[in-house]
């Protein structure tokens, strides 16, 4: 089997990480390349194992997107499941296998399969504050279940299995779902996909709260609609979905949009491009770690997963520092 490359690729969540921290994207995307080989040296290890750790609000996200994948399957079948039902069979199942894993460190057998949650492993709770926070993930939980059934499922009823569009997810063992744009890989994976006619919708289903922000991020929707199905951005419907709050947001595309988003790509990469030797992309070999500036916002570091390796650094701020 040929070995694996690291090829370049982009993603909104890439570009955040690097706009907020030029280090951080550093350890997520280089550092961390090869760290699952028994071979790999004790930093490129260290750096895989963060780059897989979770947070318990994207853990939440992910419960209720169980719950609301198997509420869509039992509804096909023709029957008629409770918010209670959903819970119980999906989201409940993985918060507890999420808890469970991570308190017993399970990802240092293997991180990629098992679940590590940043909160525990860099001692952030208290057991009252830990206790706190599962009752309030219950709550939300089923906040956005209830809602899911009561505002969204009803407008799914018609949707037939074979009118979905299939999309990679992350640990669905293969690569997670992309399309090529201008020879560069770009991450977009739709949470739900489905045609109606000549039009396609897509729904993003929301655990949290409403950001100004996701409407931009969507947009990339509308540009992997066209390229990898062919679908031109005035036919594509897109529902944030915010579960916790009973809101829908319709976002349509026009061409001016999906241009904004194709500058905002050529744009993101050149930058990126910068860190690297000879700014090649193909060839994706990064600069020196040194080169990679460490964020100033302690902030933003006290919440990142690579905390501890940036702590290392001889320029990283001392403790104490505001």
């Not at 370049?8 to 550092?31: G, M, P, Q, T, V």
């Not at 894993?101 to 208290?126: G, M, V």
């Not at 669905?172 to 000549?198: H, M, N």
């Not at 990126?272 to 916002?297: C, F, H, K, T």
Request: glycine share 4%; net charge negative.
């Amino acid at each position: 089997m040929a070995d694996l490359q690291n090829t370049f690729s982009w993603s909104f969540s890439a570009a955040e990480d690097f706009d907020i921290c030029r280090r951080k994207r550093y350890w997520a995307k280089y550092a961390m390349w090869g760290g699952w080989e028994p071979t790999a040296d004790s930093l490129r290890k260290d750096a895989y194992r963060l780059s897989k750790m979770d947070n318990a609000w994207s853990v939440l996200g992910r419960a209720v997107e169980e719950a609301v994948v198997w509420t869509i399957r039992r509804a096909q079948a023709g029957l008629n499941p409770t918010p209670d039902e959903a819970y119980e069979a999906a989201a409940r199942p993985y918060l507890n296998r999420a808890w469970t894993e991570s308190r017993r460190k399970r990802y240092l057998e293997n991180p990629k399969r098992y679940i590590a949650l940043r909160e525990h492993y860099y001692r952030e709770w208290t057991p009252e504050r830990e206790q706190e926070i599962i009752a309030a993930l219950k709550v939300q939980s089923r906040r956005c279940i209830e809602q899911f059934h009561q505002n969204v499922l009803p407008r799914l009823r018609n949707v037939r299995p074979e009118n979905e569009i299939r999309i990679a997810i992350v640990g669905s063992g293969g690569e997670p779902e992309s399309f090529e744009f201008e020879k560069i890989k770009i991450y977009a994976i739709p949470d739900y996909a489905y045609r109606v006619g000549p039009r396609l919708h897509i729904h993003d289903w929301k655990a949290g709260k409403i950001r100004e922000h996701h409407e931009e991020q969507l947009t990339l929707y509308g540009l992997w609609a066209q390229v990898k199905h062919n679908i031109p951005p005035e036919q594509v419907d897109v529902f944030i979905e915010y579960l916790a709050e009973g809101v829908t947001r319709h976002l349509t595309f026009t061409a001016e949009d999906i241009e904004a988003i194709k500058e905002r790509i050529r744009s993101s990469v050149e930058e990126m491009a910068d860190y690297l030797v000879d700014g090649n992309i193909e060839r994706n070999e990064p600069l020196p770690q040194a080169d990679w500036e460490l964020s100033q916002d302690l902030a933003l570091c006290r919440r990142c997963n690579f905390l501890e390796l940036c702590q290392k650094d001889p320029d990283y701020p001392p403790p104490g520092a505001s």
